[in-house]
């Protein structure tokens, strides 16, 4: 694979807690309708199409879904991708302790490719942000780009902080009250980036009792995927943004969030 080689990457290995009980799978439940075959009649539309369309957009033709055990109706519904014209595989979570765990499953398989990441929750307009995002780090050769969307809820999601140059400072993972107004919604992100992820998950694994304290420490406790991410600030990897100002977003992760994206895909 060359360096150019772009995969989109997808963690669904959620439970839906906020939003139970369900009948599927978060990542397919009907969010809006669209128009199939020679008749174009209207078929329902699930949630995380949404985002793998958008990766088609940016010429993702290969993606990986994560997954846990037990969400096997996600590849019943998508099997091989071949109705959006891309190549779907599935990984299995190993460990649960949160996104960056479940998105190394696919650490063997990606490597030297350009990585699309979102989360299948959330549809975001516009619809080919990651070209964006992808234009920006060939311009800049940076280890990983953010797509930023102002914040459409107050104190919704991880904030980021920005310098006076309007570089990335730091990312305030969920606060309870924040003068911040842009969050983070997609990411691109190069083998570097990949590797730092594998590594950074290794060295805190092989850490003396690490197994035996995640078992007891609470879901809220997990590793975000935003503490990666300052991790690597840290360590001055070269992270770019990309500022979508007219941008909207919705997570249908919640249940008032579910009804009103029901309802906006009518």
């Known amino acids: 694979m060359s360096q150019k080689q772009i995969i989109g990457l997808i963690p669904a290995a959620g439970k839906a807690r906020r939003i139970l009980p369900l ?35 940016a010429d993702a033709t290969r993606v990986f879904i994560v997954i846990r055990d037990g969400k096997w109706d996600i590849p019943a519904y998508f099997a091989d991708g071949n109705t959006l014209d891309m190549h779907i595989a599935y990984l299995i979570m190993r460990l649960p302790f949160g996104v960056p765990y479940t998105l190394n499953q696919a650490y063997p398989f990606i490597k030297d490719a350009l990585v699309l990441f979102g989360f299948p929750d959330i549809i975001f307009q516009p619809e080919d942000a990651f070209v964006k995002l992808l234009d920006k780090q ?4 940076s280890d990983m780009v953010l797509g930023l969307f102002p914040v459409n809820q107050r104190h919704s999601g991880d904030m980021v902080v920005l ?45 003396a009792y690490l197994e035996e304290k995640f078992k007891k420490r609470k879901s809220s406790q997990e590793l975000f995927f935003s503490e990666l991410i300052n991790a ?30 029901v309802r906006d895909h009518v």
């Not at 799978?25 to 949404?50: A, C, D, L, T, W």
């Not at 060939?138 to 050769?141: I, P, R, Y």
């Not at 969050?183 to 083998?191: E, G």
């Not at 590797?195 to 290794?202: D, K, L, P």
């Open 23 to 57: 009948p599927c799978s978060k990542e397919i439940f009907p969010v809006g309708f669209e128009p199939m075959g020679k008749n174009h009649v209207s078929r329902p539309k699930v949630v995380s199409q949404y985002l793998l369309e958008s990766m088609r957009i």
């Open 138 to 141: 060939t311009e800049t050769d």
């Open 163 to 207: 310098d006076d140059s309007g570089r990335i400072k730091d990312i305030e993972i969920n606060p309870k009250s924040t003068n911040l107004k842009l969050t983070w919604i997609i990411a691109v992100w190069t083998w570097n980036f990949s590797v730092f992820m594998h590594e950074y998950i290794q060295d805190i694994t092989k850490t």
């Open 232 to 261: 690597a600030l840290e360590k001055n990897l070269h992270i770019e943004t990309v500022l979508f100002s007219k941008g909207v977003y919705l997570d249908v992760g919640t249940p008032e969030n579910l009804v009103k994206a």
